[in-house]
């Protein structure tokens, strides 16, 4: 089993920069990926990037790629998504995800977090 838990979620302005964090713990393979993915309301959960549980290896959704960025904290039990020039379509619940690498897609994950508000205001 594994344990996801998300935090760091808040409101913030267009513009602004926010961290959020993935505690992870419990048996990960070698082989797998943690992933954010975000869903906003009434849209489907979407992937946001990955990077891979051993390594550095990392993916991003095309929309945030320059703006967004993934990385391991202590020891690889943590990992945090940095957000950078927040955009009012970014407002979604984000989701920390576990699977084998890429974890790119909805039906490739096998553990998932409960979520953490974020939302940026105009």
């Known amino acids: 089993q594994v344990q996801l838990v998300e935090s760091g979620g808040r409101l913030v302005q267009a513009g602004d920069s926010l961290s959020v964090s993935c505690a992870a713990s419990g048996r990960i393979l070698s082989s797998a990926a943690i992933s954010w993915f975000r869903q906003a309301p009434g849209k489907e959960r979407e992937f946001v990037g990955a990077?891979?549980?051993?390594?550095?290896?990392?993916v991003y959704r095309e929309s945030v790629k320059g703006r967004f960025t993934i990385s391991k904290k202590n020891a690889d039990s943590t990992v945090e998504l940095q957000m950078n020039a927040l955009k009012p379509e970014d407002t979604a619940v984000y989701y920390c995800?576990?699977?084998?690498?890429?974890?790119?897609?909805?039906?490739?994950?096998?553990?998932w977090g409960k979520g953490t508000q974020v939302t940026v205001s105009a």
């Open positions: 995800a576990v699977g084998t690498y890429p974890n790119t897609e909805y039906r490739e994950v096998r553990y």
């Open positions: 990077i891979a549980y051993k390594g550095s290896r990392t």
